[in-house]
Nanobody
Framework: QVQLVESGGGLVQPGGSLRLSCVASGFTFSSFGMSWYRQTPGNERELVATITSTGGSTNYPDSVKGRFTISRDNAKNTLYLQVNSLRPEDTAVYYC??????????????WGQGTQVTVSS
């Protein structure tokens, strides 16, 4: 079955860092571009990083550019997001998914549980 398991979140002070991980299974991970998203209550999911299937190219919105780094290890079916210089506005649940959100489980687009990042002093 398709599965995405995010981990690595936690409570950090402003300026702190975390390394988020996403372990994928149930599909050919190395064939898909992958992305990280984040979501806060009352808001839509926001794309924060994208990486090509080989890891050869990455893309970030201005809100995180220079602070976040997406990477992947296809041999381990794992996607990473290094988040540095964290700000309170980075507080959110962070999710991984394929670039075009093509995973389906039980008739619906599949999302994992996400991992909570809280930035507070």
């Amino acid at each position: 079955q398709v599965q995405l398991v995010e981990s690595g979140g936690g409570l950090v002070q402003p300026g702190g860092s975390l390394r988020l991980s996403c372990v994928a299974s149930g599909f050919t991970f190395s064939s898909f571009g992958m992305s990280w998203y984040r979501q806060t209550p009352g808001n839509e999911r926001e794309l924060v990083a994208t990486i090509t299937s080989t890891g050869g190219s990455t893309n970030y919105p201005d809100s995180v550019k220079g602070r976040f780094t997406i990477s992947r290890d296809n041999a381990k079916n794992t996607l990473y997001l290094q988040v540095n210089s964290l700000r309170p506005e980075d507080t959110a649940v962070y999710y991984c998914n394929t670039k075009y959100n093509t995973l389906v489980k039980n008739g619906r687009t599949y999302w994992g549980q996400g991992t909570q990042v809280t930035v507070s002093s």
